[in-house]
């Protein structure tokens, strides 16, 4: 029985440093706040898929939503540089 294996080196070859670079942690860091409240409202929404949703629930996912805009809001705002005349 022969054994099968691949002869010649990957197509892709890896880089030799597969650590994120200093901007791209930047960037995360800058959309956690947006992260973490959308996993919350996931979190809220994964409640309700085996059973109905009650006062509490509901009040729930309306805080998780709101939280999200708001997180998305400010990920804009920041985004966005403020004109000097506004200011």
């Known amino acids: 029985m022969k054994s099968i294996v691949a002869r010649h080196t990957g197509v892709t070859p890896l880089p030799v440093d597969l650590e994120p670079t200093d901007a791209?942690?930047?960037?995360?860091?800058?959309?956690?706040?947006l992260i973490s409240a959308e996993v919350e409202l996931l979190d809220a929404l994964i409640v309700l898929l085996d059973r109905?949703?009650?006062?509490?629930?509901?009040?729930?996912?309306?805080?998780?939503?709101?939280?999200?805009?708001?997180?998305?809001?400010?990920?804009?705002?920041?985004s966005c540089p403020v004109p000097p005349a506004v200011a």
Do not use: C, Y
């Not at 791209?24 to 706040?33: C, F, H, T, V």
């Not at 006062?55 to 805080?63: E, G, L, Q, V």
């Open 52 to 78: 109905s949703a009650s006062a509490f629930d509901s009040r729930r996912i309306r805080r998780a939503h709101r939280r999200v805009l708001a997180a998305r809001r400010d990920a804009a705002n920041k």
């Open 24 to 33: 791209e942690l930047d960037a995360i860091e800058a959309e956690m706040p």
